[in-house]
């Protein structure tokens, strides 16, 4: 289950301490270089989370999409660190559209897939949803983009006929050559074992589904016996599906593994049979922070190196419905052999090296503040940022404090500041030389998190002072340099 509660949003925190306390030290090669922090997808302005994420790469653009509501809504951008302020937009229904009652509600994790069909290759949207008047008859449906583009615009395809009550989380894979259906499915939403299915076309099940996993192991029913979540790894000569078990209300939701040859009948129950790895391969790490972690996704670095895995978590032990926030994180996996290795979440605050080919260098405000000035800026706590930090900072005579940053190489790039818009907040220049390059206004409707991109910057190697002017004190949440395209 997924839709968040409204009554679990936290009103942003209050200011935690004077910076001036704090023996501030620029932030070290290693995390100034070339790096992010969870989660990467932070909550939204009104208290919206971002559970259940599915993220791929196209033409060099990361896209992200995720569990939202009553719709289905996409975030994409140049960097991965940049999609924390990408603009959601409306993906389905289409603006001015209803749906029919029958799948109007409750939209649980969409997953865009490129599938090749009848007329060629086309981007497909799958998702679950259900009627105005139904508790648990969530069922799953497929649409078909009209071009190229997978941002849309689609059509509605058709459901997916199962013959479970209860079907959610569909994922697609072409394995050998042929298209395979998986889901999780049952007669309520506990208990709910994966399935997969054989497809005729993208939305066309072409045959009876065969039961791969059930939650039988102690692990896979706290407090309710739940597998879902499934998504497909392939490396080598095995086929791996990584799916979520438990509740996402507890901390103890986590993922698994179910392991077979590739060249295995897939559709054959024995193939499975004892296909499951015994223990969770990815749980909660509460001394850092991070409870039920799970339903997910996967994908390579832009320059082809690296594997990266994509997941939900809370910084609470609590999930759906029970009032925690899940939000969406990244990092990096190895394999050993062909067997995925994904280690420990990685806690909000961490520095993690940004993907092979990214390009982004991304400085957290707290770490990039100079020794000069800091008694006029504060730490505060707000769940809106990146790792929950930034940096409240007061002008005097317009002027903040440096920005310190370490730019890896000399090129052409851009430069993008993330900070707190509002009423009050008036027009941010950035300086140089005396001169101002740039003036971008900070002030919205409401306080929200914002992206003021202030275009080309010629970077030079080694460390360097980006100074900024307003007349308006600024809740700065990350400076961060992209690929200038």
Not at 274 to 287: I, L, R, W, Y
Not at 303 to 330: I, K, N, P
Request: aromatic residues 8%; contains cysteine; charged residues 25%.
């Amino acid at each position: 289950m997924r839709s968040p509660p409204r009554s679990s949003v936290f009103p942003p925190a209050a200011v935690l301490l004077l910076l001036a306390a704090l023996a501030v030290v620029p932030a070290s090669a290693s995390a100034a270089d070339s790096s992010f922090r969870n989660p990467v997808a932070p909550e939204a302005a009104n208290g919206d989370d971002s559970p259940d994420p599915w993220i791929f790469l196209d033409d060099d653009r990361y896209w992200l999409t995720y569990t939202t509501g009553d719709g289905i809504t996409v975030r994409h951008s140049r960097t991965l660190a940049g999609l924390a302020s990408a603009h959601p937009e409306q993906l389905w229904p289409r603006p001015g559209v209803l749906e029919p009652d029958d799948r109007c509600c409750e939209v649980w994790a969409p997953e865009i897939h490129r599938m090749v069909g009848p007329d060629g290759p086309r981007w497909y949207v799958y998702y679950s949803a259900k009627g105005s008047n139904d508790e648990f008859a969530h069922r799953m449906y497929v649409l078909e983009s009209r071009g190229n583009d997978p941002g849309g615009p689609y059509r509605f395809k058709g459901r997916l006929e199962v013959p479970q009550p209860f079907a959610i989380d569909a994922t697609v894979a072409t394995i050998r050559g042929s298209d395979y259906l998986i889901y999780s499915g049952g007669d309520s939403f506990t208990p709910t074992s994966l399935y997969i299915a054989p497809l005729g076309d993208p939305w066309t099940v072409a045959g009876p589904p065969v039961e791969i996993s059930a939650p039988t192991l102690p692990w896979e029913r706290v407090p309710f016996a739940i597998n879902e979540g499934p998504e497909v790894l392939s490396h080598g000569d095995l086929l791996h599906v990584i799916y979520s078990a438990s509740w996402c209300g507890t901390g103890a939701y986590s993922l698994g593994r179910l392991t077979v040859p590739k060249r295995a009948d897939l559709l054959d129950p024995a193939t499975w049979a004892g296909a499951k790895h015994p223990s969770p391969v990815f749980a909660k790490a509460p001394g850092r922070g991070v409870w039920g972690p799970g339903h997910g996704s996967f994908f390579t670095s832009p320059d082809g190196r690296q594997s990266w895995m994509v997941y939900h978590a809370t910084d609470e032990d609590r999930g759906c419905f029970t009032g925690g926030l899940r939000t969406t994180r990244a990092q990096r996996f190895h394999w050993r052999g062909d067997t995925p290795r994904f280690g420990r979440p990685v806690g909000l605050g961490t520095d993690i090296a940004v993907p092979g080919g990214d390009g982004t260098v991304a400085v957290q405000s707290e770490d990039a503040v100079r020794r000069t000035g800091v008694r006029r800026a504060i730490v505060v706590d707000d769940r809106r940022l990146v790792g929950y930090e930034g940096l409240r900072v007061n002008p005097r005579d317009g002027r903040f404090p440096g920005l310190r940053i370490r730019v890896p190489r000399t090129g052409p790039g851009a430069l993008h500041l993330r900070l707190l818009g509002g009423r009050e907040a008036g027009p941010v220049s950035r300086r140089s030389g005396g001169r101002r390059i740039g003036r971008r206004s900070a002030g919205r409707a409401s306080e929200r998190p914002i992206d003021l991109g202030y275009g080309g910057i010629r970077l030079q190697r080694g460390d360097r002072v980006i100074r900024l002017r307003s007349a308006a004190p600024l809740t700065l949440d990350q400076l961060r340099l992209g690929p200038r395209r």
